[in-house]
């Protein structure tokens, strides 16, 4: 345990030392599809922890990211001189007050009723969105405008990519790794408790209804911080942001991923990123695709990629093992 727990750590520096080396190499067009990689990895990382973690499938967890996405770049356009993290400071905060009062109407909520609930309080935030035409443009959309990070002595051109990228790193990584903590902690442990048995999590002497609220608002605290970022980022926030189907997003990205495995979010949204994007380039039926692929690993890789990796190191250390075992029990010249 102690050995895999070694890799883990040994993989993210690689990563990471991949990750802040790359752009100084890279295209603009790579560091661009890098950056929205970053984005949808916390969003999908949030809403694996209402899924995976604590066991509540959400339809409405797009309305979180909507609603930071429309609150930065409302705010941007309404007071330009909003520094660049008072935009993502609202639009976080404005996801997070909504994530607390929506947590607490499904407070008894669970299975079902708690699904099609978040379905409907998703489909009220978009209707809003397409009707409250002076705040979010309606199905025009609302245009963003990047301001440029003050630090006191430096001001960063928040337009340039690199600039942009590395900010996003920092921040997002920074969420993950505390998402990543949150699942360490006892209240993470709870959350566990929450998924496997209400019951004994009773016994105990917790509260499973107020421990869903908690999961609910923390997640919606997330999804709001990307969705602050994904307008920053397209520079343009349309109803697509709050839909259904950014919903669906999220769900592909985490069964595509891996529910079981922390990182298989992250896993998830850089393969969906990369492969739409390099699906939309070939045609305009590029949704059939993620489809079928989507209908694939349900039925032949449940487990999700990270799952699968995990499966092959598995097998691959089997056969070392046994190599080893065979080379031992082989008798000695002379016996």
């Known amino acids: 345990m102690k050995r895999d727990s070694k890799t883990i750590q040994i993989l993210?520096?690689?990563?990471?030392?991949?990750?802040?080396?790359?752009?100084?190499?890279?295209?603009?067009?790579?560091?661009?599809?890098?950056?929205?990689?970053?984005?949808?990895?916390?969003?999908?990382?949030?809403?694996?922890?209402?899924?995976?973690?604590?066991?509540?499938?959400?339809?409405?967890?797009?309305?979180?990211?909507?609603?930071?996405?429309?609150?930065?770049?409302?705010?941007?356009?309404?007071?330009?001189?909003?520094?660049?993290?008072?935009?993502?400071?609202?639009?976080?905060?404005?996801?997070?007050?909504?994530?607390?009062?929506?947590?607490?109407?499904?407070l008894r909520q669970k299975g079902s009723y708690y699904a099609l609930l978040t379905l409907a309080f998703n489909a009220l935030f978009y209707a809003v969105a397409i009707k409250w035409h002076a705040v979010t443009g309606g199905d025009d959309g609302l245009p963003v405008k990047r301001p440029s990070l003050n630090l006191g002595l430096v001001q960063l051109?928040?337009?340039?990519?690199?600039?942009?990228?590395?900010?996003?790193?920092?921040?997002?990584?920074?969420a993950v790794l505390f998402c990543?903590?949150?699942?360490?902690?006892?209240?993470?442990?709870?959350?566990?408790?929450?998924?496997?048995?209400?019951?004994?999590?009773?016994?105990?002497?917790?509260?499973?209804?107020?421990?869903?609220?908690?999961?609910?608002?923390?997640?919606?605290?997330?999804?709001?911080?990307?969705?602050?970022?994904?307008?920053?980022?397209?520079?343009?926030?349309?109803?697509?942001?709050?839909?259904?189907?950014m919903t669906t997003?999220?769900?592909?990205?985490t069964f595509i991923g891996g529910t079981k495995n922390f990182f298989g979010p992250v896993l998830g949204a850089g393969f969906y990123i990369y492969f739409q994007n390099f699906l939309s380039n070939l045609t305009d039926r590029w949704p059939l695709f993620m489809g079928i692929l989507f209908v694939l690993m349900v039925l032949f890789v449940p487990q999700g990629l990270s799952g699968l990796i995990q499966s092959l190191v598995g097998l691959f250390q089997k056969k070392e093992k046994g190599k080893v075992v065979g080379k031992n029990n082989q008798p000695m010249d002379g016996e």
């Open 249 to 253: 997003t999220a769900l592909l990205m």
């Open 157 to 174: 051109p928040m337009s340039d990519v690199t600039v942009f990228y590395y900010v996003t790193l920092i921040v997002i990584g920074c």
């Open 12 to 106: 993210g520096l690689i990563i990471l030392f991949v990750l802040v080396l790359l752009p100084l190499v890279a295209r603009p067009y790579v560091i661009n599809l890098l950056t929205e990689m970053i984005i949808f990895s916390l969003y999908a990382v949030s809403y694996n922890l209402l899924l995976g973690f604590g066991g509540l499938l959400s339809f409405g967890h797009g309305m979180f990211l909507g609603l930071g996405a429309f609150t930065a770049g409302a705010m941007l356009q309404r007071v330009p001189v909003l520094p660049f993290f008072g935009a993502i400071f609202l639009g976080t905060l404005v996801a997070t007050v909504v994530g607390l009062g929506v947590g607490c109407l499904l």
């Open 180 to 245: 990543w903590y949150f699942t360490r902690t006892a209240m993470g442990k709870t959350v566990l408790l929450l998924r496997e048995n209400e019951e004994r999590m009773q016994f105990i002497g917790y509260n499973p209804a107020v421990s869903r609220m908690i999961l609910f608002t923390l997640t919606a605290f997330f999804a709001g911080l990307a969705g602050s970022f994904y307008a920053l980022f397209f520079k343009f926030v349309g109803v697509d942001a709050i839909s259904i189907d």
